[in-house]
């Protein structure tokens, strides 16, 4: 930037001379000081040029970035926008992450050259060496351990770093080579998406859109921060804000947390235990049944087993419906009264009423739950019971409704880069990957939720992970990961491709310098209520010796004697260009790719304003029947009742056919006397996830801070500011204190995603404040999911 | 000639700092280097009662300032080398780094710490409202990046109608130096003097 800077001084050094004089008197010539002829201007010189790329990374924003370049260096990074758009004019403009990707790019520490372990695992000693070695070993090293061990053993790692319609091509490289062992679901919304598709059919895992909130009369907001999740420009930060502004309706934000969606508005807040949502929800619903205020014509006609009149053959007369569960008179035959929830919950049971009566009248009445109370161990029933308030007064399907679920997005569908047919039919869930290293033989589908085969026959021996941070830091108790994955003889074989030496990526026997998105050609659709998508070309050439996945990939292929079959003898670009014609074909109001390369970005109003989610269904439930085995909502689930019958569950592992309040798991989720604590992870404003999360300038403003209310800093002689140390038995991490009211007593709030920073060869504390040191690996039950919101622990001062 | 000013909409921002990070990227400005911050305010309580459930009297709000490019700028007033000055025309504050000896007067003088000393550099440095996109009819990086739109830049007369002079804490009371800044507050913003709303994130203030 040194002629950037030199530029900028000598412009400030001119006006601000004629600024003093104008301060002194003498102002004749002050206008044409600050902006007359000769001044030198940092972003106005002839060879400057702009690039627009795209973030890739999971937030889902993937907002636009416009690079400004000059002599193959970026100068800034500027974003969609114009000088006066309101709330008129959606942008995808890029997040405080997005604006720092020159500290990331540009860092000391990013990945310039393929690297060989030469220490233990985990301890991050490399030595540089040449591509053709890196992949001469790597095509060795697939050869052999297909032949020693199949397919089934090569792993390809859940990971989110990197997004676009050509960014997943190891799972085609692979399926040219015989297949892989495939990992189901994520770390984001497991317990979710294995329970909401069967109660609600596959449309109902998103709810609507947020701007159609604005016509509700009531928003109740579970566990969710829109504007930390997502906080680009057209996104769910912009459309809360938008939405906030625009809508009559009252707003309740049910979270243990104060949170940055709720700032300035702080009445708002109902503050709660976390994961007793289902408790409060089966005391509303209580008083909904007592005062009369359900929709029984509703439930009636969209649902099965509210009650005994719609309850299937099968569970019929047994006392098994929810109201039976609520009501007292099912299951454990405690009435579920507000002076019940209350010591669960933390909400008084004179709240509980007074909410009943707000949802009982509230039509529109607009439910949105995050992702929040369902990572947990009882995360599948605590966020299918969150969806029981719109079904109980009929709100769902019509105009200012949702179901209960986190907002849904309006999108474009761009077509990926085909992954071709994978030869192994058996799939784990992510979250059981290192039982899958430690001995995979042992999980079936009834123990471990093996998918396409009824049990794993092999252990994974190799694993491929590419611009991933679940190998340890995104994954639950990073010791227990370290010591599977220090252990060569389980996993023989990992490979990390990378920008940055992430925690994962120091268990790499090989890490290869990777490319941004933004430094390739790449394509993305992202969207929020406005769907957008963006075109990118490379902001500089290739700096180092880093490399494409895709180019990368393509020499592996030619080692393997694949390569025909992995590239079609296309290049990226021709890859990129062809999906698009393929999404337009399908989709003619998409500009023409020579448009769309030229402009960068598309965006596109929903057409119909909003997004309501299963309008048709209540429009027509016969001509348009949910996916569920009811074609119906189903508050019953003889799935679930069936699955619960089958399965081999552990203790606390409730799976419910109703969906009850549960307290979780005994060691995770009930406080003691040693661990009196509950401790819960939210989403950073200063990441996504761990993404971004060595990048200097926004850890300086963005501290890693554990969150505890006054009452339970002060008996432990914690004042703000102080290193505390938090310990449970999983590990012990250390952090600075935010002493805040925005925390309830007796739970502590740890931002997920920090850089696991600890000697594990020596004393494994984590002095980088990455809550899943703290965090268990045992899945929850149904969905075997991570419940990395389920910790307890004790805090000291360190 | 126009004299510009800032507005913030503390109804729309959620203090997530994108317009800090993006002014520091446009400025280049690397660690312990900032022109525009955002505090938190944070006060209240949230107590577990006698029978287990909770009550919350806590109010938290953010707010996002810069350099306000005051009319009365305390910076101007107390400089000795008149290397700060205000632009006649523009109304922007920009210190003359030709001029400037870097003795720290303005920094000490501002009463919203606008202005730093760079060591490095022996001078001031701080906002300069991005006078040379503004002659472009840009307006301040900051402003074009805010994802909220929470932030506005204009004429002092367009953003007095959109906001009332800087009066909520934790700023000082506008009268000390007349601050080109007008904000809409947010429910729970408190005026400015409240001695119980009190910046609770120095940590992340630079």
């Not at chain 1, 294995?194 to 109660?199: D, E, G, M, N, S």
């Not at chain 1, 409704?401 to 085909?418: F, K, Q």
């Not at chain 1, 993404?691 to 505890?708: A, R, T």
């Amino acid at each position: 930037m040194a002629d950037t800077t030199l530029s900028r001084r000598s412009f400030l050094r001119a006006s601000g001379a004629l600024g003093g004089l104008a301060a002194a008197g003498g102002a004749a010539a002050a206008t044409d000081s600050l902006f007359g002829a000769g001044v030198a201007r940092a972003d106005a010189q002839p060879e400057e040029r702009t690039v627009w790329g795209h973030c890739a990374i999971n937030c889902p924003g993937r907002c636009a970035l416009k690079f400004h370049v000059r002599d193959d260096e970026v100068r800034w990074v500027d974003t969609c926008t114009s000088p006066n758009a309101d709330f008129d004019e959606p942008q995808p403009r890029a997040c405080l992450r997005g604006r720092t990707y020159r500290r990331w790019m540009n860092s000391p520490d990013r990945v310039n050259y393929p690297l060989r372990r030469v220490g233990k695992r985990g301890e991050g000693r490399f030595e540089r060496i040449s591509w053709d070695e890196a992949l001469d070993t790597i095509a060795s090293e697939l050869r052999r351990i297909i032949d020693a061990y199949g397919n089934e053993s090569i792993y390809l790692s859940y990971a989110t770093g990197v997004s676009a319609t050509t960014a997943r091509t190891l799972p085609r490289l692979m399926n040219c080579l015989g297949g892989y062992l495939a990992g189901y679901g994520d770390y984001s919304a497991m317990q979710m998406q294995r329970t909401i598709p069967l109660v609600q059919g596959m449309t109902g895992f998103y709810g609507s859109t947020l701007n159609a909130a604005e016509d509700a009369e009531l928003i109740l907001a579970f566990g969710t921060s829109p504007v930390e999740t997502r906080q680009g420009g057209a996104v769910s930060h912009y459309d809360w804000v938008r939405l906030r502004e625009r809508t009559k309706a009252r707003i309740i934000y049910i979270d243990p947390r104060l949170s940055d969606s709720a700032m300035g508005r702080s009445g708002e807040w109902l503050p709660i235990n976390p994961g007793t949502d289902a408790a409060l929800v089966a005391a509303i619903g209580h008083e909904l049944v007592r005062n009369d205020l359900i929709d029984k014509e509703f439930l009636d006609t969209y649902c099965v087993g509210f009650d005994e009149d719609t309850m299937p053959e099968s569970a019929r007369g047994q006392n098994r419906s929810y109201k039976d569960y609520l009501m007292g008179t099912g299951y454990d035959k405690v009435a579920k009264t507000p002076e019940w929830a209350a010591p669960i919950t933390g909400v008084p049971a004179e709240r509980i009423r007074e909410l009943a009566a707000q949802v009982g009248s509230a039509k529109p009445l607009f439910v949105v739950q995050g992702w929040g109370p369902q990572r947990r161990s009882n995360g599948e029933m605590n966020c299918w019971a969150i969806t029981m308030l719109p079904l109980l007064t009929g709100q769902v399907g019509l105009p200012g409704t949702s179901n209960g679920c986190r907002e849904g997005t309006y999108s474009l569908g761009l077509r990926s880069i085909p992954a071709g047919d994978n030869p192994v039919k058996a799939s784990i869930p992510v979250f059981l990957f290192t039982d899958a290293v430690e001995d995979g033989r042992r999980m079936t589908a009834l123990n471990a939720g093996v998918q396409g085969a009824p049990k794993l026959d092999q252990s994974i021996k190799c694993i491929l992970n590419y611009a991933g941070n679940c190998l340890t830091n995104q994954h639950g108790n990073i010791n227990r990961a370290h010591d599977i994955l220090a252990d060569e003889s389980k996993c023989e074989f990992i490979v990390v491709w990378e920008t940055a030496l992430t925690d994962s990526a120091k268990y790499a026997d090989i890490v290869l310098p990777d490319l941004f998105r933004f430094e390739q050609p790449s394509m993305i659709a992202a969207g929020g209520d406005t769907a957008y998508l963006i075109a990118g070309q490379p902001c500089t050439t290739p700096k180092f010796e880093r490399r494409s996945l895709y180019d990368c990939l393509a020499d592996l292929a030619r080692r393997l004697g694949v390569e025909e079959q992995f590239t079609e003898g296309k290049t990226q670009q021709e890859w990129i260009e062809e999906l698009y014609e393929q999404s337009r074909a399908k989709d003619p109001e998409l500009p023409s790719y020579a448009q769309i390369q030229n402009q960068g970005v598309y965006l596109r109003t929903n057409p119909r304003g909003c997004t309501i989610v299963h309008e048709a269904f209540r429009a027509d439930p016969e001509a348009n029947p949910l996916t569920t085995p009811s074609g119906k909502i189903e508050i019953y689930s003889e799935t679930l009742a069936q699955i619960a019958d089958a399965w081999e569950l552990g203790p606390d592992d409730v799976i419910a056919p109703v969906p009850v309040y549960t307290p979780g798991f005994a060691e995770t989720d009930i406080p003691t006397e040693s661990y009196p604590l509950r401790c819960s992870g939210f989403h950073y404003r200063g990441r996504v996830h761990s993404s971004w999360g060595g990048v200097d300038v926004l850890k300086e403003v963005n501290p890693q801070e554990l969150w505890i209310n006054p009452s339970d800093a002060r008996p432990r002689g914690i004042a703000a500011g102080d290193v505390v140390r938090v310990e449970n038995d999983f590990g012990k991490v250390e952090l600075l204190a935010k002493v805040t009211p925005r925390v309830v007593p007796g739970t502590v709030c740890m931002a997920q995603g920090a850089w696991h920073d600890a000697d594990m060869y020596g004393d494994r504390v984590d002095r980088g404040g990455c809550i899943n040191t703290l965090t268990t690996h045992r899945p929850s039950p149904l969905a075997k999911g991570n419940p990395q919101h389920s910790n307890i622990c004790e805090v000291k001062k360190a | 000639m126009t004299h510009y000013a800032f507005h913030f909409d503390g109804s729309r921002c959620t203090g997530c700092k994108t317009c800090a990070l993006a002014c520091k990227d446009y400025h280049d400005l690397g660690l312990g280097a900032a022109f525009r911050k955002v505090y938190e305010v944070t006060l209240g309580d949230t107590t577990r009662q006698a029978d287990g459930t909770f009550a919350s009297t806590c109010a938290s709000y953010p707010v996002s300032v810069a350099c306000n490019h005051c009319a009365d700028p305390a910076c101007v007033r107390v400089c000795p080398t008149r290397a700060m000055g205000k632009d006649e025309a523009t109304g922007l504050v920009a210190v003359d780094e030709g001029r400037c000896v870097g003795c720290g007067y303005c920094a000490m003088a501002c009463p919203y710490g606008a202005p730093k000393v760079d060591r490095e550099r022996g001078c001031s440095v701080k906002c300069d409202g991005c006078a040379e996109r503004v002659e472009r009819d840009l307006k301040p990086v900051c402003v074009e990046a805010c994802p909220a739109r929470a932030l506005d830049f204009g004429s002092v007369e367009a953003m007095r109608k959109r906001g009332d002079h800087a009066s909520i804490a934790p700023l000082p009371p506008p009268a000390h130096t007349r601050p080109s800044l007008f904000v809409k507050p947010s429910a729970d913003a408190r005026p400015a003097g409240d001695p119980a709303a009190a910046v609770v994130n120095p940590l992340e203030v630079i």
